[in-house]
């Protein structure tokens, strides 16, 4: 059997919010289908399009940005690239128009409320999150295309294997934690080290520095805008924006025009338990805040989680001085591979597995990154991980109104004030004497997952998003 192979790029993937498989990955979709129609020399016969939306997709698709995903998808734009602030306006007009420029280039027809079908009550096999694209061509003749939104952003067209990136020959083969610690022993390597030498198998070492430094950007920013943003969260529940205010209330009043300035006037006020712990909550839910509005973030490893690695590595910069590139370098590239042994071993998708697959592998990714930066073996960065996700075991999914914001935008506060424990935790025992493996948790938030009834996998169909009485747009 083929191995999966999983780069720091499949793991971390800079994009939209508020969801990596509701939003990032029916973006990706719609862009997929619209490249494959141009590759077919088909674009310029599309009479029209018609998209079906199935399972979680469908009961939670407009709380996600679903259908504003798929629009700006089909409409040629990129969630790397799209200035945020116009999302809104470009999915406005092609509504009040009527047309929709596929591909950014050829006008069709397009009537949101006809041409886009939330079809809440059926589901496809292969997975939760699935979307059929329909383009009818001149000449009376159709094609039709579905593909799965695994989580993470990755993206499955039906029929196709499910990775379609290059197969390369890594020199330090991963499909389990067992594997990682082997490599580990036998070359002396640290994770990092070893997750830095397979990535020379796709791309120099330069360029994934490179790459990986344009992700930490994007996470600076985000925290940093988050940090200094007010207002409320669309959406309808009517969510205030926190961390403004508490990022205001610790820092003084006083504002800092630029990120350098901020972080020397947060390391100033010292590092007492209750300050330390405000701060991680205060990064988490900026960036969470910024997710559900839209904004600009990095997939850590999916949107719903991806407060929880940022604000605990900006806990390692403010409050270890990890403000170092090699550092960050470093930081990113263990959790990377924490995160891809949950995927190939279970899943990183909520519609799959509940929260558990994300903040809880969200967590453990963190954990035994800043436990390898503070000093840890390769054991002990392992054992971090396992105890991180050993305490999200059964985390179930059940946003409130559909929305990534109740009770998700906490979680990512809970899931990095773990990490930080868990990496404590490992810091200061034998891994040699733990009781538990990290592949053993592996599987067991497979089994869990499998075990899990499907109210609580993203459906907001149990728990809390049955509980709490809302009034929001329907699909």
Partial sequence: MVQEQVS???MFKIGIGPSSSHTLGPWRAAQRFVERLAERGLLTEVESVKVLLYGSLAKTGVGHGTDVAILLGLGGEDPVTIAVDEVNAKVSQTKQQ???ALGGKYYIPFVYQDDILFLAGESLPFHPNAVTFQALLAGGKALSETYYSIGGGFIVRDGEESSTKQEVDLPFPVQHANDLLHWCIRTGLKVSELVLENEQAWRSEAE??????????TIRDCIYRGCHTTGVLPGGLHVDRRAYKLNRKLIGGRPYHDYQSWVSAIRAGGDNFQYTLDWVS????AVNEENASFGRVVTAPTNGAAGVIPAVLQYFIVFHNGLDEEHIIRFIATASEIGSI???GATISAAMGGCQAEIGVSSAMAAGALTERLGGSQRQVLMAAEIAMEHHLGLT??????LVQVPCIERNTMGAIKAITAAQ???QSNPDKAKVSLDAVVKTMWETAQDMNIKYKETADGGLAVNIPLSLPEC
């Fill in 98 to 100: 009527g047309q929709l």
């Fill in 8 to 10: 720091i790029f499949d």
């Fill in 282 to 285: 205060c990064f988490a839910l």
């Fill in 397 to 402: 999914c059940d946003p409130i109104g559909g």
């Fill in 342 to 344: 949950f995927k190939k």
């Fill in 425 to 427: 935790l490992a810091l």
């Fill in 208 to 217: 994934t520095r490179d790459g990986v430094l344009r992700l930490f950007e």
